[in-house]
């Protein structure tokens, strides 16, 4: 279980990038785009040596992240290259 579920509500797509990297929790993504403060839409995450973590992806559509919305990478740039900022992204359980 995550140690922070994803906030359910109403959003309006921030800021993006191609990649970040958290040292707090040693991993990173790329292909992100901001929700609301620290929540992110992003790829699965990569090791410190830059490499997809292949076991998450069997976690794609459960609660895993910390409170992030995790996609596959394919489907994580097509986010970030089509939502344009400022879109509403409505998430409920």
Not at 57 to 63: Q, T
Not at 74 to 84: G, L, T
Request: hydrophobic share 30%; net charge negative; with cysteine.
């Amino acid at each position: 279980m995550p140690e922070s579920p994803t906030p359910t509500g109403y959003f309006y797509t921030q800021d993006r990038g191609y990649s970040f990297w958290s040292s707090k929790f040693d991993e990173g993504a790329t292909y992100w785009v901001r929700l609301a403060g620290q929540i992110l839409v992003h790829s699965v995450p990569r090791d410190d040596r830059w490499q997809t973590k292949d076991d998450e992806h069997a976690k794609l559509g459960l609660p895993a992240s910390h409170g992030c919305i995790r996609l596959d990478e394919d489907d994580a740039r097509w986010f970030f290259e089509n939502i344009p900022q400022g879109s509403l992204v409505i998430i409920h359980n």
